[in-house]
């Protein structure tokens, strides 16, 4: 068994040579690496030291974002990207107003379960076996935005009442690999100190072997195209799904996405080269972040010769998938027929008071974080689940396999699934004309991206009860509503035993919210990723 205590807290730090207020998981940003082996228990216990201001959080196991935790359904938030998918243990996912309340600020609550998955895409690992060889693991390499100011005044920013595209479409200041990256202080519109000449992060490569980097996009918007100068990179896994190895000069991960890649060490030992990830898809004012990759015989302190990288295409007129007929999974699963087919119109629009919202179907999504949907649904209230801002569809026990197509009309969203994975029938402009690649072995992933003007449908086994989202990922699209729900199995979750604990949790958040708890009530949908 693994025993895991985390404390949240904020603290002022300067990570990428811009000092500000921020959230940590023991003190550190990015967190701290949790380790698993594959079959271990783990339990991981949250301590909310959250200050300035106290605050309810949650942590969610994203599917199983992004910098360690992924705190859902608070005002403030971190990630843990890996690959758990809470079979059984719905009440474990960690989602505040749809498996659970929130963690009352000084209070602590235990998650417990089965590291089941072979291997996760970091800042956590479950060790396990592999398809493809290599002589060194490298860990987690996180790929970041960054911004200035407090998640708050961002997310306000992105529901307030104004045509002004640049305020409701926020832009990023930073982009980081590790939570590193240089920073222009001439630039910084806030008056805190700067230091232009912040470090980099460093990775140590061997001539003649092959490295591992676990990487995962744990952006609130952008999309990152990482690329290590003179090298390629060969994928092995997309999400946590083994594929049929490809090699690539770059590889694109939307918000969320997480990708296993090979690199041989074929530089020159004396030299350093400059790992980069660039931006596309994203208001910023970044367009890109390095780090440093060191061979054996380069001085730590070597920086790579400035040269001219090859150019990318123009992702951003489409902001779509151009890989998916690469990704192969290893295990075969072919397309079957659906039981039952979902559809949703994405718009962007406003509500009577002129804020910004995402409608799905005409209805928006909003949280109440002292009512869980999970907890209602296992009381089979359904009048209260029934309610049109849950945006909640019921998958009947007898049902198996859902289809969901998915119509967008404005910017680009990464879908994320809770509770398992879908295969990807189809991603493209356009509505769907009804065809479908590759069905006998379709690509399967929890997060795929949906293109501005286009459509994305996916297929996913309705086999593990409870309530799961299907949401954006992009941070104040899901907080101003883009969050889908569904009821697996309703019969199973009412006769699932809940851990009293996990009422209790709910009885603190009512009493914090009746002695007049600070930030109780959210002023979004009340989902932050």
């Known amino acids: ?31 701290p690496l949790l380790e698993a082996n594959w079959g271990d228990i783990v339990e ?87 398809h493809v060889d290599y002589d060194y693991d490298l860990g987690p390499v996180t790929l970041s935005d960054y911004y200035h100011y407090p998640y708050e005044t961002i997310a306000l920013k992105a529901v307030a009442p104004t045509e002004d595209i640049s305020v409701y479409i926020p832009r990023s200041n930073n982009h980081l690999i590790n939570g590193r990256n240089n920073f222009n202080c001439s630039l910084s519109t806030v008056n805190n100190t700067c230091n232009s000449n912040a470090p980099l992060s460093q990775f140590n490569f061997k001539s003649g072997k092959v490295h591992k980097l676990r990487l995962i996009n744990t952006s609130v918007e952008a999309m990152h195209i990482f690329s290590i100068d003179g090298h390629n990179l060969t ?65 730590t302190t070597a920086v790579p010769p400035t040269k001219t990288v090859s150019a990318l295409p123009n992702f951003s007129s489409f902001c779509g998938d151009p890989d998916l007929p690469k ?67 019921t998958i009947p026990d007898d049902v198996r396999h859902v289809r969901v197509i998915i119509n967008n009309h404005f910017s680009i969203h990464p879908m994320h699934i809770h509770g398992g994975d879908f295969q990807i029938l189809s991603e493209g402009n356009d509505t769907w004309d009804g065809s479908i690649s590759y069905s006998e072995n379709p690509a399967r992933a929890d997060t795929e991206l949906l293109r501005r003007d286009g459509h994305l449908v996916i297929q996913f086994e309705a086999k593990n009860p409870g309530v799961w989202s299907f ?58 990723l």
């Not at 008071?353 to 089979?380: C, I, K, S, V």
């Open 235 to 299: 994928v092995t896994t997309m999400d946590f799904v083994p594929v049929e190895p490809y090699e690539v000069e770059y590889i694109i991960l939307g918000v969320g996405m997480r990708a296993d890649v090979l690199v041989k060490g074929i530089g020159n030992p004396k030299e350093a080269y400059y790992a980069r990830t660039r931006i596309q898809c994203a208001a910023t004012n970044a367009t890109q972040a390095l780090a440093i990759v060191h061979y054996e015989e380069s001085p």
């Open 44 to 130: 991981v216990t949250i301590h909310n030291n959250i200050t300035h201001p106290e605050e309810g959080t949650a942590m969610h196991w994203h599917g199983s974002k992004g910098i360690l935790a992924e705190f859902l359904f608070a005002p403030r938030l971190t990630y843990v990207l890996i690959s758990i998918h809470q079979e059984g243990t719905n009440y474990m996912d960690g989602v505040s107003g749809i498996t659970q309340c929130p963690i009352v600020p000084g209070g602590s609550f235990t998650y417990r379960w089965k590291a089941i998955r072979r291997r996760a895409l970091g800042p956590m690992v479950i060790y396990g076996p592999s």
């Open 327 to 393: 990704k192969k999974p290893i295990y075969k699963k072919p397309l079957v027929e659906p039981d039952l087919v979902l559809k949703y119109n994405v718009c962007f629009g406003k509500n009577s008071t002129g804020n910004h919202m995402w409608l799905m179907n005409g209805d928006t999504f909003l949280a109440d974080w002292g009512r869980p949907l999970y907890l209602e649904a296992a009381e089979n209230n359904t009048e209260y689940l029934s309610k049109p801002q849950h945006i909640l569809a």
């Open 471 to 528: 949401h954006c990922h992009t941070a104040w699209h899901a907080s101003i509503g883009l969050i889908i729900n569904f009821l697996v199995k309703p019969n199973e979750v009412q006769k699932q035993k809940i851990p009293k604990e996990v009422g209790q949790v709910c009885s603190d958040w009512h009493d914090y919210i009746r002695l007049g708890g600070a930030n109780a009530a959210p002023f979004d949908s009340g989902l932050r």
């Open 1 to 31: 068994m693994c025993l895991i205590p985390v404390s949240y807290e904020s603290m002022s730090g300067r990570f990428v040579g811009h000092e500000q207020e921020l959230l940590t998981v023991n003190g550190q940003f990015p967190g």
